[in-house]
């Protein structure tokens, strides 16, 4: 996320915390319900380069999100139920969905035994191509190559991008100026 916009909405966060607003306009702004999309829920790894870490979440933190939204009434429903709730003239308690995407293996390792001790419904999203081991997470491949060398030659469609990646703030600059390179590309 550029800079600003970080800036933007970590200012917007903390004016709700200030006033309260979360408490105060809870009930009128919550919906009906809430679909959260996760991708990775792993233990914390101390990484000076880790621009994938947005993808990631922690088992204490799954933990917490799921006891908070039993503190705050929400009832989780598996993904096919929810056409019918939305659908239903009956007021009940907002709902809420738990997906996993893209078929992390630490899913299975650490997400799944939190779900099941809470005995809780929820979806996973596999890319056939990832479950045969054809398929590359082309983010993931990106970080770790990175991650690896002190100097990173690319060249994608007509253009050839040389960085030095020696530090993790000249790892982060070619992660992201790659990213957009290849985001602007076919797929």
Known sequence: MAGWRKRYF????HAIRATHA???LRTALR???IVLTLHR????REQSFAPNRS?????QFLNGVIELLNEHGFEILPLDE???RLESKRPKRPFAVLTFDDGYRDTLEYAW???????LPWSIFIVPDFADRRGQLWWLELEESIAKLDIVDVTIGNNRTVCETRSAHQKSSAYQHLCQAL???PD
């Open 82 to 84: 929810v056409p019918a």
């Open 10 to 13: 970590n200012a917007g966060f």
């Open 55 to 59: 993808l990631e979440v922690t088992p």
């Open 183 to 185: 985001r602007a590309g």
């Open 41 to 44: 829920v792993r233990p914390w």
């Open 22 to 24: 979360d408490q105060w």
């Open 31 to 33: 919906g009906v319900g």
């Open 113 to 119: 035994p939190i779900l099941k001790r809470h005995g």
